[in-house]
């Protein structure tokens, strides 16, 4: 009886939001981009938005219009927008995305646009799916039912992500298959849309290999996250093991660089094989380190990665890690500088955009 009405909900939904999409400018003609040239255009980005209040209560946003400017002035080609619904989604309700969470979105979608940048929309439940992947199932796939007709007429500089770092009990073997779903979702209102996909383990490098994406899927750009080594990276972070840990540098020695090398030659050669392009969705040093470690260590994984071609997004803007301190309206420089060197602040001469 469930199963009977939870259908009905899934297809009143995709009814619903069938009849929803966002109109956009008119796409010249419609093709399917080429994977690697999309990755040359993501470049350098940054995580946005994912913890900001903004998703609760419109007047409470820490983010504003003006920071889309800021990060396209700043020397940055795309945001990777972390998407939290599920909280807002209630099955009661067919899993329905509430009017006002999708308002925030179209604006946050709209404000990247218009300073052209890429964007990626990342759902970002990978706690959610891993506390109850079975259960969670109807909602994850309920949400792209929604965004993808929603956004079927976005221009080819938005990307959907199917989910943040699978872990736990999502186990490679069902993440190989809730993605295929997820994708066959996508695919029948978005034919053209590039989808970016990551391994199971965290997004982890060494997952790669028990990653299993349709054969015949070439407009896919493979996602990886890279923390290591996390005592330093994640010295002090309540949410790891690694949170009595303190004082651990990183001091740039050539055994350090050739771990990060030797881990990203791992992902490279995998990418090679099946002929995908690699983006670098989350990477980052926590506040705890010291600063000097953390730009060293931000500046060193970013040319890594850079040197393979890899597109790249740092973690994150604002809440932690931050690339941008909010409340001093200002770049925070040593890690601005390490992402993009010889960034200087530029203000713009625009004050109506302020
Ligand atoms: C999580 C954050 C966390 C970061 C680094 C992200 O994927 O969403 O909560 O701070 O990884 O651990």
């Known amino acids: ?6 259908r009905f909900s899934l297809l009143a939904i995709a009814v619903i939001a069938a009849t929803c999409a966002i109109v956009f400018a008119p796409v010249v003609t419609a093709q399917t981009p080429d994977a690697f040239e999309q990755n040359e255009r993501l470049g350098r980005g940054v995580n946005i938005l994912g913890y900001d209040r903004i998703w609760r209560d419109r007047s409470e946003g820490r983010f504003q219009e003006k920071h889309f400017r800021l990060i396209k002035e700043g020397g940055f080609q795309s945001v990777r927008i972390n998407l939290h619904p599920f909280r807002h ?25 218009e300073q052209d940048l890429m964007v990626i929309l990342d759902l970002h439940e990978f706690n959610a799916m891993a506390d109850d992947p079975v259960a969670r199932k109807p909602m994850f796939l309920a949400f792209w039912q929604q965004i993808a007709p ?6 080819d500089n938005v990307l959907f992500e199917i989910l943040n ?9 069902m993440w190989n298959a809730y993605l295929r779903e997820a994708l066959d979702v996508i695919r ?29 899927e070439r407009n896919v750009i493979v996602t990886v996250h890279y923390y290591s080594p996390m005592e ?13 840990t303190s004082g651990v540098e990183w001091t740039g020695t050539d055994e350090e660089i050739e771990s990060i090398v030797n881990d990203f030659k791992v992902a490279q050669q995998w990418a090679d094989v099946h002929e995908l392009p690699i983006y670098l969705g989350e990477f980052g040093a926590y506040e705890k380190a010291d600063m000097d470690s953390r730009a060293r260590y931000t500046a060193a994984v970013a040319r890594v990665a850079e040197g393979l071609g890899w597109s790249w997004s740092y973690w994150q803007f604002d809440s932690d890690f931050i690339l941008y301190d909010i409340d001093a309206d200002e770049w925070v420089e040593p890690i601005h500088q390490a992402l993009v060197p010889a960034a200087t602040t530029r203000t713009s001469p625009c004050k109506s955009c302020q």
């Open 232 to 244: 330093f990276t994640h010295q002090g972070a309540a949410w790891s093991s690694y949170r009595d």
């Open 165 to 173: 770092e699978p872990n736990r009990t999502v186990t490679p073997e």
């Open 1 to 6: 009886m469930l199963t009977v009405v939870r």
């Open 188 to 216: 029948e209102t978005n034919p053209h849309r590039t989808v970016v996909i990551g391994p199971a383990h965290w997004n982890g490098i060494r997952a790669l290999e028990e990653l299993d994406l349709p054969e015949d």
């Open 89 to 113: 989604m209630k099955a009661e309700d067919g899993y329905r995305l509430p009017d006002d969470w999708l308002a925030v979105l179209d604006w946050a979608l709209e404000k990247a646009l």
């Open 150 to 155: 929603r956004f079927k007429e976005a221009p």
